[in-house]
């Protein structure tokens, strides 16, 4: 069974750091794309950071400059390191890999809370 363990979230004042970790597990199949989304109150999901097994990344505008993306893939990890945080960067933070099989899981989320 595939499993999509994220972790590092927390409580952090603005203009702090945190790092999120995601931990794929379960599966024989190469990991193509990994991305981080995520979903504040009352708002849909949005796409944060993606990286392709190669390492090309690409980042939401609103993180740019901020969030760094990277990937350890011996590990099947993903890692997001997020400085300069901001109020608005609340939400939870879902982890999501896709597959060489086609499918693609997600993980179940880790909460980012920023204090203004």
């Known amino acids: 069974q595939v499993q999509l363990l994220e972790s590092g979230g927390g409580l952090v004042q603005a203009g702090g750091s945190l790092s999120l970790s995601c931990a794929a597990s379960?599966?024989?199949?190469?990991?193509?794309?990994m991305t981080w989304y995520r979903q504040a109150p009352g708002k849909q999901r949005e796409l944060v950071a993606t990286?392709?097994?190669?390492?090309?990344?690409n980042y939401a505008d609103s993180v740019k400059g901020r969030f760094t993306i990277s990937r350890d893939n011996a590990k099947n990890m993903v890692y997001l390191q997020m400085n300069s945080l901001k109020f608005e960067d609340t939400a939870v933070y879902y982890c999501?890999?896709?597959?060489?099989?086609?499918?693609?899981?997600w993980g179940k989320g880790t909460l980012v809370t920023v204090s203004s």
């Open positions: 999501n890999a896709e597959f060489s099989s086609g499918r693609d899981y």
């Open positions: 990286i392709t097994r190669g390492a090309n990344t």
């Open positions: 379960g599966s024989n199949f190469r990991i193509n794309a």
